[in-house]
DNA sequence: GATGAATGAGGGTTCATTCAT
DNA sequence: TATGAATGAACCCTCATTCAT
C-alpha cells in the first residue's frame, strides 16, 4: 500500500510547516517534527531522505495549497478583471494571510539562494504568479505594460506577505487586497 | 582610547556582514567570521557579548547605510516630489540593491519573528521608511490617501528587496526604480 | 524494554563516579566520562539531560549504595545499641572508606552550596543519617543528650570522611571505627 | 618599593577569597576575581603567576587567619585546659565560622587531591591543629589517650566546617563549641 | 605598573544521520 | 514499519594565559 505511508508523509509535512511557523528553519529540528506529529525521533528520516528533502516537500506542498485555492477563484472567473481579483484575492486568503504563516514562508525563502531546490520551487511559484496576472492583464493592457504591472502586482503581494510576518498585525487581509487592487489598470471609461 | 576597539568591532561587523551573505544567519559561524576578519575564533565573543549581540549590531549598521544614503538624497531635495524620488532612489542605490545584500537582509529579516532585538531595528527601519513618504507625499495627497501610498510604495520596496534575494538578476535597480515610480501620484495639471 | 537503558545509565553513572574519584567535579568532563565508559561522547546526554544532571544522579546512586549497607547492618541488629553499631559501621565499610571515595564525595560536596539539587540529596543524607542515630541512641539517653550524640557522631563520622579525603593513608577504616565509638555512651554498670 | 605590590596582593587576595565563597573553585574566574577588586582583567597574573597560584596564596593567607585568632587566644591561656578552650574556641570564631566561609574552605578542600601546593597547606593546617591539641591534652592524659582524642576533637571540628558549609543555619558558633567541649577529658575529681 | 587586546584550547550541548532490533 | 540507541561533527561560549602598549 501507497496510500499507508503517503498518509504518514502527509501528517509529518503537516507538522513540520506548524514547527516552521513557531521555530523557523534552524529552530526547527526532526525531534521537533516528530514530537508535533506525535511520533518517534527516528520517524522523520524514515519517510524523508533528509532535513533538506522534508523543508523541500514543506515548501511544495505549502504551494500547492495556495496554488489551488488561486486555481479554484480562477475557475469562478469569466472577464479577465475577474481573473485579476481570482489571483489577488487568492493570494491573501484570510485562513492562509497570517502572521505565523507569512513568517514561515519568510523562513523557507531565507534558504532559497543556498538550497537549490527550494529555489526551483520558489521559481515555480513566481512564474506561476506572473502567468496568471498575465492571463487577467493582456486582454486590459499593451503586452509592456501589462508585463510591467505584473511585476508591479506580484512584488508588492510579496511585501505585503514579508510585512505581515515582519509585524503580526499590521495587516488586515483585507487591507492588503485594497492595497494591491489599486495597481489594477483603472476601468476604462 | 576607545578607538580601537570601536576600529576592530567595525571590522568584525563588515565581516559578519560578508559572510552573513554568503551563508545566511545559520551558516554564519563565529569561526567563519573570524576567518573571514581575518583574526581568531575568540576574538569576536571578545567584542560582542553573544552571537545575536553581533547580528543585532550588524543589522544595526546595515541600517545605518541604508539611512545615511537616503538621509544625503533627502537633504539635497527641494519639492515634495524631489523628496519622494530622494527615498526610493536611496532605496535602490545599485550598490546595495545587489542579491547578495539583499539575501542577508532576507536572512535577517527571517530571524525578526523570534529575535525581539532585531525585531526592534525592523520596527524602526519600517517607521522611518514612512515616515519619510510622507513627508513627500503629504503635500500632494490627502492625508489618507498619503497614508495607504505610502503603505504600497514601502510594501513594493520590500517586495522587490525580496524578489532581488530569491531571483538574483532578476531585477536591475533602474527597474525597480521605475516599478515603484509608478505608484507615484500622477502630476497634477 | 527499559531495561537496557537502564543497563547504560547504570554504565555511565558508574564510569562518572570513577572520573569523579581521579578527577573532581570540574575535571570530570563528558568526553572523560564517556571514554571511561567505553562510548561516544553523545551518549552521555543522549540518557542524562545534562552533566548536572548526571553528576545528581550520581550522587544519588553513591548514596544508595551506602544507604544500603547501613541498611544491611540495621536488619540483622537486635537491641539499640547494635543498631548504633551497625549505623557507625556501615559508614566505614572498608571498600566504601577508601581516600578515592572520599575524595568524589568531598568533590561533590563542594558543589552543594550552588547545586539545589544536589543540596536536596545531602539533606536527605544528614537526615537520614540522624534518624538511624537517634533510633539508637533514643532508648539509652535523654531526648537532649540523645539529639547532642547523633549530631556530634554524624560530624565526627563526616569529618573522618573529610579527612581521608584530605590525608590518603591517614587512617584505616578501624581507625575511624574506634575513634567514634568511643563517643557511644558508656554502658551503664 | 615592595609596599605597594604587596598591598596589590593582599587586595586580589581578599577579593579572591570573596568570590570563591559566592562562587566556588571552579566559578571563580580571573575575571570576577579583578572585578571583585574594583582592578582591570588582566592585573590578576600580573601579580600571582598562575590561577593556581592565586588560589595557593588565598589558601595560605586564610589559614593564616585562622592560626592567628588560636595564637593570640593562646596566648592568653595559663592551664592546659586554657589551652585546649583556646585552640578549640579559635577555630569557631563568630566572624569566621560562618556559611560562607566555610563553603569557601570546603572548595579549596576539594581540590587538595589534585592540587600539591594545597596540599602541602592542607597538611600543615592538620599538623599545627594537632600539635595545639596535644600541647593541651598532654598533662592530662596518657600519650596515646592524647593522640586518640586529639584526632578526635581535629576531625570533628572539620566535620563541624563541613556540616555549615552544607547546611547553611544548620549550626551556631556556640553550639559547635558545646560539641566539641563534650570530647575534652573529664575534669578529675 | 597597568590595561585590555588577542589567542586557542576545551567544555557542554545540540542535532542530523546511521543502525540494530 | 517503527523505535530509539549511538555516533560524531559542529557550534557557541568561557577562560586562563600571553603580549603589546
Redesign the pocket.
Known amino acids: 500500500m501507497r496510500a499507508?505511508?503517503d498518509i504518514?508523509r502527509q501528517e509529518l509535512r503537516g507538522a513540520a510547516f506548524r514547527v516552521l511557523q513557531r521555530e523557523g528553519v534552524s529552530?526547527?529540528?526532526?525531534?521537533?517534527v516528530a514530537a508535533e506529529a506525535g511520533?518517534?525521533?527516528?520517524?522523520?528520516?524514515?519517510?524523508f531522505?533528509?532535513?533538506?528533502e522534508l523543508f523541500e516537500q514543506v515548501m511544495r506542498e505549502a504551494n500547492l495549497v495556495l496554488k489551488t485555492r488561486v486555481t479554484a477563484r480562477l475557475a469562478r472567473a469569466g472577464s479577465p478583471r475577474e481573473r485579476l481579483e481570482a489571483v489577488i484575492a487568492g493570494n491573501f486568503e484570510p485562513d492562509l494571510f497570517t502572521a505565523p504563516i507569512c513568517q514561515a514562508w519568510l523562513s523557507l525563502c531565507a534558504e532559497v539562494p543556498r538550497d537549490p531546490a527550494l529555489a526551483r520551487i520558489q521559481r515555480v511559484i513566481h512564474a506561476r504568479m506572473c502567468s496568471n496576472l498575465m492571463s487577467g492583464l493582456r486582454p486590459l493592457l499593451p503586452v509592456e505594460d501589462a508585463r510591467v504591472t505584473a511585476l508591479q502586482i506580484g512584488a508588492l503581494i510579496d511585501g505585503l506577505w514579508l510585512r505581515l510576518g515582519l509585524s503580526p498585525g499590521a495587516l488586515t487581509p483585507e487591507q492588503a487586497l485594497a492595497l494591491v487592487r489599486e495597481l489594477l489598470p483603472a476601468r476604462s471609461g
Open positions: 499507508i505511508s504518514r529552530g526547527t529540528t526532526l525531534e521537533k511520533a518517534s525521533k527516528g520517524i522523520v528520516l524514515h519517510y531522505r533528509s532535513k533538506a
